[in-house]
Every structure is written in C-alpha cells, then in structure tokens.
C-alpha cells in the first residue's frame, strides 16, 4: 500500500447509541443458538458440584467470544466473503466441506436435545405430553422458516426468547435469596481448577466461546447487510459484546443458581427440567412455571437458529446458496427436523450416542475451521489497505491455543466413551 494512501476506516466515525442498536442482531441470534437445554444443564451442573468455585470461567468466555466474534466479522468484511466461502477461496474446496460437514452434523445432532428441551418447557408450563408440546412449537419454527422476511423473523423470536430467559433466571435467583456476595467475588478472582472440574470446565467454555459461532455470525451479517463501515463505526463490535454479555448474564445465573440451591445439598441435576423440581420446595408452584418459560425460551431459540446454522454453513462448504429464504436451506431445515424428531421420539430424548456424536464433530470442526481462520488473519494481502490487526491476531492466536487445549481434553474424553460403544 502507498505510504500516502489512507487505510480504509481511519476516518469512520462511530454511531450514536441508538443507532447501534438497530443495526445489531447476529450475535443475539448466536446467543439464541449457544443456550439451548444441554448449555443450561451444564451451568447448573457446574455450581451444584464446585458452588462459586468456577464462577471465573465468565472472563475467559467474556475474552474469547468476542475475539472470535470481531475475528470473524473484520475478515467477512477484509475478504468480502462470510468465513467458509472465504476458507474456500483461499485454501480449497476440501478445507471448506469438511468445516461445513462437521458443523452441520454437529448441528444435527443437538437439534434433538433442542426439541426434547423445548417439550419439557411445554410440559412445565401448560402440563401436556412433552412430546406434543415439542411439535406444537416445531410448527412455528417450520412457519418462521418458510414466512417471507425469514431473518428478521427470527432475530425478532430469539431477541423475545433471551429476554424471557434472562427475566425468569434472575426470577429464579432472587427467589432463592440470592447470591453470597463474598464467595461470589472469592470464586470470580480464584481461578482455581477444583480437582475433576477440568473437562467439565473446559466444556462449558468451548460450548459459551464457540468460534462457529462467529462463523455463521458472517452469514447472518450478510442477511443484516452489514458493510464495511460497520466493521469500524461499532456496529460490528457492539454485536460481539451484547452476544457474550447476554450468554454470560444467563450462564451466570445458572450456575449461581446451582451453587445456591444444589451444592449444599450435594445434589446434581442431568437435565434441565429436574431443576425445576428441586426449586419447588424453596419458590413453591411458581418454579414449575419460572423454569417451565426459562427452559422453552431455551430449548425454542436454539432449535430455530441451531438447525438453520447447520444448513447454512452445510450449503457454504458444499458451495451452494445458503440465503436463509433458498430452498435449500429451508426444504434441508425441514428435512433435518424431521429426522430428528424420529429420533428423538424413538429413544424418548436425546440418546447419550448422540450428544457424543455431536462433541465428536464440533471438536473436529471448531479446531480446523479455527485454524484456517487464524491463518486468514494472518495473511497479509487479506488486511491490505486496512490497518494491521495486530491485538486481534495477538488475541485469535492466544484463543485458539486454548481452543487446541479444550479439543485434546475433551477427545481424551470422548475415545474411551467411542471404544466403550464398539466393544
């Protein structure tokens, strides 16, 4: 670049508030995607065995989800590509497929915890078969996907389901009395590792701070019609940071809810309706109802965004059109909810293969579609003409280390479960 040359954005200037936030909305639909059912058992799971112990893991999530995030963002708009085109352009077709295939699969997969979440909400509120309470909300999750105007549809529907998930959390917390603010502020500055909590831990980061997640932020930016100056005005950025600080603000919540209720009793929990069992004695009724709205704001968000993510960024690896109105993504979200439903009522909910299946692919896919993004940041005729991006490669590089970490762990984990299911 001309030394006399300007670099594109230095003269942007940021938006007003209030225009920053009619211009956000990907990063609340990935948060709509992160917590689902299998994310609220975990946070409960984590305060009920280690109390305030690991409450920490939110700074690690804070710093990681929005690096990937704004890494994601600033190379959709460097490239002029959302990340899996771009990974097919600068390294082949087959770096682009296996992302795409493992994600999807991934997808796939937790789409059956989805809709056995989102029948157990239905169940707690309005007492019906879980079951039919889960194809009643399928119903408007296939109404969303064929209506005109898919994306704004359903950034609208998730930004609803956080809100309520977010009320009935805190609903929960102060209904149980509380945090104890000393421990809590003990636990947030320990950064102690509790002796077994490592997988556990690291589980609950990779599933909070998931780089797919700014993957298909990309995608879904293109659907916002996000452009170049919002990668400088703040747009881009204030996504990122309502993104983690509303996973965190739910997250939290749970595990202090985990640790308050259920660590003195040495109790644990293996799914997220049994929560709201235990809560009876302390909220009476009203926790039936609480975590009934908790849970299906839960369970809905992420069976509506989860199944479109992974057609989306299945359709990308594979290079077909993944607008969210083509065919192929609404007839493939159609087709892989159908699938999951057989499942899901055969085995009465989601079989312990599956969700294993399901780490199995998002510990292939966010490892290798990490390290082509890194890559990606790294290039120097991708930032050409934009200022050097040297704290977020600095800060990419720092995260996907951990990244490696959080795989080779969890795989150390998953190969004795795999051998366990051939034997």
């Known amino acids: 670049m001309n030394k006399n040359q300007v670099e594109f954005g230095s003269d942007v200037k940021r938006l007003p508030v209030k225009d920053l936030l009619k211009r956000i909305g990907p990063g609340l639909v990935a948060t709509g995607i992160v917590i689902g059912p299998g994310a609220v058992t975990t946070s409960a799971m984590l305060g009920a065995d280690y109390g305030y112990a690991l409450i920490w893991l939110i700074i690690p999530i804070i710093f990681m989800g929005i690096t990937f995030m704004m890494t994601t963002n600033r190379l959709a708009i460097t490239t002029g590509l959302p990340t899996i085109h771009a990974?097919?352009?600068?390294?082949?077709?087959?770096?682009?497929?296996?992302?795409?295939c493992a994600v999807f699969l991934a997808c796939l997969?937790?789409?059956?915890?989805?809709?056995?979440?989102?029948?157990?909400?239905?169940n707690l509120i309005f007492g019906i078969n879980w079951k039919l309470g889960s194809v009643i909300m399928?119903?408007?999750?296939?109404?969303?996907?064929?209506?005109?105007?898919?994306?704004?549809?359903?950034?609208?529907?998730?930004?609803?389901?956080?809100?309520?998930m977010i009320v009935s959390f805190y609903a929960t917390l102060i209904g149980v009395g509380g945090p104890d603010w000393g421990e809590f502020g003990k636990g947030l500055v320990s950064f102690q590792v509790p002796e077994g909590s490592l997988a556990t831990a690291l589980a609950f980061i990779s599933t909070n701070a998931a780089v797919t997640s700014g993957i298909y932020a990309t995608y879904l930016g293109k659907e916002k019609k996000w452009n170049k100056e919002d990668l400088f005005n703040g747009v881009m950025f204030t996504d990122a940071l309502v993104h983690v600080l509303s996973v965190v603000l739910i997250s939290g919540s749970i595990i202090l809810v985990g640790a308050i209720v259920l660590h003195p009793q040495g109790l644990s929990i293996s799914a997220p309706a049994q929560l709201a069992e235990l809560l009876v004695p302390i909220m009476g009724g009203a926790a039936r109802f609480i975590m009934g709205f908790a849970l299906l704001g839960a369970g809905f968000s992420s069976l509506l965004a989860n199944t479109q993510r992974g057609m989306v960024l299945l359709g990308a690896g594979l290079d077909k059109d993944v607008g969210l109105e083509t065919k192929f993504v609404r007839f493939g979200c159609l087709a892989c909810l159908l699938f999951a439903m057989v499942v899901c009522y055969?085995?009465?909910?989601?079989?312990?293969?599956?969700?294993?299946?399901?780490?199995?692919?998002?510990?292939?896919?966010t490892p290798v579609g990490g390290l082509?993004?890194?890559?990606?940041?790294?290039?120097?005729?991708?930032?050409?003409?934009?200022?050097?991006?040297?704290?977020?490669?600095?800060?990419?590089?720092?995260?996907?280390?951990?990244?490696?970490?959080?795989?080779?762990?969890?795989l150390s984990g998953y190969l004795p479960k795999i051998a366990a299911l051939f034997a």
Request: aromatic share 12%.
């Open 87 to 100: 990974i097919r352009k600068y390294f082949g077709p087959v770096a682009s497929t296996v992302v795409g």
């Open 109 to 122: 997969f937790f789409t059956m915890g989805n809709i056995s979440g989102t029948g157990a909400g239905m």
């Open 138 to 164: 399928i119903a408007v999750v296939l109404y969303c996907y064929f209506a005109k105007n898919v994306y704004s549809k359903v950034e609208k529907i998730i930004t609803l389901c956080i809100i309520v």
């Open 346 to 365: 055969s085995y009465g909910g989601s079989p312990t293969q599956l969700i294993l299946m399901a780490n199995i692919a998002t510990s292939i896919a």
């Open 372 to 410: 082509f993004i890194l890559l990606l940041l790294w290039r120097k005729d991708v930032n050409e003409g934009y200022k050097k991006p040297t704290a977020l490669r600095i800060c990419m590089t720092i995260s996907y280390v951990f990244v490696l970490i959080m795989t080779a762990s969890a």
